[in-house]
């Protein structure tokens, strides 16, 4: 069974400063997603990795991939308080392809 | 808004009650899908549709009935269910198999069983 592990699983952070999410999976894929969710809404897709050594940026969000080490990092530049969110990253199982596993989610405040 | 489109978005029912949630799409997409989402714990995904047809079932109580009439719309038939059903319920849809560019996300609904 994938099991898809993060760490933290809360993280409060001061504005300004930087720090990494990370999600470990446990079973061969090459395809990883990252999301969002706010307080009471729905998941919003952020990045999704597609192949070992993969980087994709967005504003202050940095994500890569890591397929040989079974291992995705989100990296948080200069937080501010906007990017305060559950995040969680999906694994597709590379032999299904259409069938995603979520990790537990880490929740990020950050404090002004 | 998304183009997944979910209502109610919040239901408070009995155990006694029937109900069903619905989920819309209109992007095209031809597998949707229903997950739970509890409190502190991980997004479990209950049933998947792909071209109409279920290729999923995860061990889902039979209180719980999925219906999938054409490729832009899904229910999710709920009967006799249990306080610990209490969660939010999220619809997806992704562009065929291998969901290529992820999930796109309903808004979900908030399901309070009393």
């Known amino acids: 069974e994938l099991k898809v592990e993060q760490n933290p699983l809360f993280l409060s952070m001061q504005e300004g400063k930087n720090y990494t999410i990370y999600c470990n999976y446990s079973?061969?894929?090459?395809?990883l997603y990252w999301y969002r969710q706010d307080p009471g809404k729905s998941l919003e897709s952020l990045f999704v990795l597609l192949s070992n050594g993969a980087v994709k940026q967005e504003g202050r969000l940095m994500a890569s991939l890591d397929t040989k080490a079974r291992l995705s990092t989100l990296h948080i530049t200069a937080a501010v308080h906007d990017l305060s969110a559950t995040y969680f990253c999906?694994?597709?199982?590379?032999?299904?392809?259409?069938?995603?596993?979520f990790g537990t989610g880490t929740s990020l405040t950050v404090i002004p | 808004e998304t183009g997944v489109t979910q209502t109610p978005r919040h239901l408070v029912m009995g155990m006694t009650n029937k109900k069903s949630l619905k989920c819309e799409q209109h992007?095209?997409?031809?597998?949707m899908y229903w997950y739970k989402q509890s409190a502190k714990k991980p997004l479990e995904l209950m049933f998947v549709y792909n071209f109409k047809e279920q290729t999923e079932n995860n061990s889902v109580p039979s209180r719980f009935s999925p219906e999938c009439p054409n490729s832009s719309h899904l229910f999710l038939h709920l009967h006799t269910l249990q306080p610990e059903d209490s969660a939010l319920y999220l619809c997806?849809?992704?562009?065929?198999?291998?969901?290529?560019?992820?999930?796109?996300f309903g808004s979900g609904t908030r399901l309070t069983v009393v």
């Open positions: 999906a694994v597709d199982m590379t032999n299904t392809g259409n069938q995603f596993y």
């Open positions: 992007l095209g997409h031809n597998a």
């Open positions: 079973t061969t894929s090459d395809r």
């Open positions: 997806a849809s992704s562009q065929g198999q291998g969901a290529f560019y992820g999930y796109t």
